[in-house]
């Protein structure tokens, strides 16, 4: 089993910068691929980014060049530098952390962009 703990959400305004973390506790041992997704209110979850253990990264279109993932193997912990955050990234943001054959989430962390 994996524990996931978010932190980093808030308001902030069109223009800004959040950072998420989420770290990982439990069997981290197998942990592969590390990533976040979102979901805004009506519409399905999408996914954001990702990267692998070894840092090889994936991003969807609507953030690259304004988002950042990283992570800290050696803390089990996956980062999500936002920038130049729009009015439309507002969503709730969920951790996701693949160990093994398993997938498991995070609690999800609440980001509202004002415009």
């Known amino acids: 089993q994996v524990q996931l703990v978010e932190s980093g959400g808030g308001l902030v305004q069109a223009g800004g910068s959040l950072r998420l973390s989420c770290a990982a506790s439990?069997?981290?041992?197998?942990?592969?691929?590390m990533g976040w997704n979102r979901q805004a209110p009506g519409k399905q979850r999408e996914l954001v980014a990702t990267?692998?253990?070894?840092?090889?990264?994936n991003y969807a279109d609507s953030v690259k060049g304004r988002f950042t993932i990283s992570r800290d193997n050696a803390k089990n912990t996956v980062y999500l530098q936002m920038n130049n955050l729009k009015p439309e990234d507002t969503a709730v943001y969920y951790c996701?952390?693949?160990?093994?054959?398993?997938?498991?989430w995070g609690q999800g962390t609440q980001v509202t962009v004002s415009s």
């Open positions: 439990g069997s981290t041992f197998s942990i592969g691929y």
């Open positions: 990267i692998g253990r070894r840092g090889t990264t």
């Open positions: 996701r952390v693949d160990e093994n054959t398993s997938i498991y």
